[in-house]
Each structure stands twice: as C-alpha cells, then as structure tokens.
C-alpha cells in the first residue's frame, strides 16, 4: 500500500470540493482548480477528509496512488495559501522590474530580457535584485521558476546568475598562476 497514498486529505473550512464523474474540483478563496481522475483512482469525501483509494494492485494503479493523493493535496493547499518561489539575482548589475505584467531583467547581455507571466501567475519584485513568483498551481509556479532561471544559471565560478532562494551553488576554483 503506498505511504502516501494513504494518508487523507484534510479539507479545511474554506475550502469546497466536489466530484462529478471522474472530475475532481477544489474552490477555495484564491481560485479554483480541476483535475480528471483516471480509471483505476477512487475517491471518497467524507466530512472534512478525502481519501484516495485504488480498485487494484496492477503496477499502474499503485503508481498512481500516491501521485492523485500528492495532486489533490497541492490542489487544496493552493487553493487555500498559494504557492511562492522566490528568486535572486546575483551579479554586479543584474537587476529586474516589472513593466505592466512583464517582468524586465538586466541580466548582463547587451539587451533587456522580459518575460511575459502566464495568466494565472503573480510576479513581485521587492527589491531590485529579487524575484517572486506566486499563483494557486505548484507545476506552474515551479515552471515559471525554472523558466526564469534559465535566463542565467548561475555560473560555478563567480556564482552569478538568478538563483533559487536557498540554492548553493557550488563553487569551483579558477586558473592558479604559473609556479
């Protein structure tokens, strides 16, 4: 039986799920997400709890498992909190702004960057060297993220670039001098 899978969903107060068919649909005060349920995935709410169960042992049923529970976990969490990533850019001259929508980064090249968010994704900028990135969907914010990043990993050497916020980037050494 899979750990995860097991374990129940807890909906909290603000948050409304309903099922119809084999479509799950979670509101909550920050949106509302849908999700369609493969045969072979049961669910059952009851009360303040929705438990995940499947019809089978095949191999395919038990791999997903634990990934719809993990889902419509993530789907009620982002309905009720929301989901942030957040990013920095290190480097002397690397900054960003926001320009209507756009997101518009000076990332050491000899033009802008801008970036245009998906509709359903919140970009901040704090301060001029930080980034963050919120929206109710964890695959989208985490693709927007890595989306954002790809614009400059950060290099082994200085460690400039845009990285994650808790990111270590490990550094190299570079050329010694002739002996």
Do not use: C, Q
């Not at 709410?45 to 529970?69: F, M, P, Q, W």
């Not at 850019?89 to 245009?116: C, D, Q, W």
Request: net charge positive; charged share 25%; proline share 5%.
């Amino acid at each position: 039986m899979s750990r995860i899978g097991k374990k129940p969903v807890i909906i909290t107060d603000k948050v409304k799920v309903s099922k119809k068919d084999n479509t799950l649909e979670v509101t909550g005060p920050k949106g509302t997400m849908k999700i369609d349920v493969v045969k072979g995935v049961n669910i059952d709410i009851s009360g303040n709890e929705l438990n995940v169960t499947r019809t089978d042992d095949t191999k395919r049923n038990r791999a997903l498992h634990g990934l719809y529970r993990s889902l419509i976990h993530n789907m009620v969490t982002g309905v009720n909190e929301g989901f942030t990533k957040k990013l920095e850019l290190v480097g002397i001259g690397y900054r960003a702004e926001l320009k209507g929508k756009n997101l518009v980064m000076m990332l050491g090249f000899s033009h802008p960057t801008v970036f245009a968010p998906p509709a359903d994704i919140t970009i901040e900028v704090p301060n001029p060297n930080s980034v963050l990135v919120n929206g109710i969907s964890k695959e989208l914010v985490g693709m927007v993220a890595a989306k954002i990043r790809s614009f400059r990993i950060p290099e082994p050497y200085k460690g400039k670039g845009i990285k994650y916020e808790n990111e270590v980037v490990r550094r190299k050494a570079g050329k010694t001098a002739a002996k």
